[in-house]
Structures are given as C-alpha cells and as structure tokens.
C-alpha cells in the first residue's frame, strides 16, 4: 500500500532574517540586564547620583575602635564664671544665710507677770555654718518709742562664749529664756533697787542681736 508524502516547504530568506534578527536583540538585552546588575546606580564608594547624574560625595564613614563600635564623643565641660563666693561646711555664717528672731512667751503680760525673753536662730542657707552664740555675743535691748530702758548687758554675770554649728533649715533657741523684772537697767544700778518702768498697756519692742546678727522685725508686746 502506497502512501503520498507532501513536499517540504522551503522557508524564505525574510522570515529566516528576521529570526535571526530577534535572536540577536535577546542576546544583546540579556547583555544589557547584566551590565546593569553589575554597575548599580550609587553602588560606588564615590556616592549616590542626584537627579542630574552627577555623584553627591557620600560621608566618610565614622572611626571605630576594635570592636566596631564608633567611639563616644563627650562635650566639653563649660565653666561658669561664679556669681558669689563657694561655701563650704564650718565656714563662719554669712548674714545671709541667718535669721535671728527675738522671742517673748506672752504679747501681753498683767501686772504681777514678768516676761521671759529668748532667740531664735535660724541658718536658711545651705551649708553648716558656725557662729558664737554664746552670753557674751548676746544682746537683748528693750526700747518704748526712741528710748531704751533695758539692757541685758548693763548687769550681765559671767558671759561666756560658745561655738556652735547650725544645720540647715534646723533653728535653734535659748536653752534659759531671760527673765525681765520690768525696771530700767544701768551698769550703775546692778546691785541696788531699779526704776519700774511704766506699764498700764504701755508698748514695748524687744530686739536681739547675735554675734552681730541683729533680728528683724523686732518682737513687741504690752506691760499692764
């Protein structure tokens, strides 16, 4: 049994071209993609283009010490220029730094009544600081209007001097308040009878003065 084989067609020479054609520019897109992988826009150590394709310098890279960690940059200390002088602890108080307060137990006392008169001494700075407040820097003055009737130094018995060291924001206060007989004192007058001096609701000012800290406002009260 026979069979019958159609012929083979011949391809043209156009279509063979053409082929050939579009095996070249795969070839040569192929070569493209990889020059393009290889040359990365900005994979340069020279830095990254900018819209135009110029190359923008990239930072030097920081210094790093042996463990690859950049060292820390501390700031430079700046050095104010002091506005007052420095204190330090056990320096002698500044008048500053104290506040003396003259102290009575009553604002008004009655006719029998004596009024017992203390200080108050208050370091409102911030370091211990020392002062003597002893008897002999102790001043207790009471005064009516411009004249002065008392004196606690008019008659004062063995004064003596006594450091001490104040804390703080803690006061201290006499340990003995003073007791005032209501007569007008003189270094004259110490071993014989006084004066009284006027009462029936006659004002008096008690001030206190500590190793030269003078206390302020002064403490008034009333004699019946």
Known sequence: MSMNTAPARRQSPQVYRRRRLLVLLGLLAV???IVLVIVRPGSSEGGEPDAAGATIPSASPAPTDGAGTAPTVTPSEQTSIPTEPAVA????????????EAVT???VYEAAEQ???SV??????????????GTKAQVFTITSGDEVYWLS??????PIDAEVSLAPGTPISSSVPIVWDRTRS???TCDGPREAVPAGGVSYHL??????FEANPTKQFLLY
């Open 153 to 158: 130094t008019d008659c004062q018995s063995e």
């Open 31 to 33: 070569a493209i993609a």
């Open 207 to 212: 001030s206190v003065a500590v190793d030269g």
């Open 105 to 107: 137990d009553k604002s």
């Open 120 to 133: 108050t001494i208050t370091n409102t700075g911030k370091n211990v600081c020392v002062l003597n407040a």
């Open 89 to 100: 602890d056990g320096d002698p108080c500044a008048e500053r730094d104290v506040t003396v």
């Open 186 to 188: 003189s270094a004259d």
């Open 115 to 117: 009024p017992q008169l």
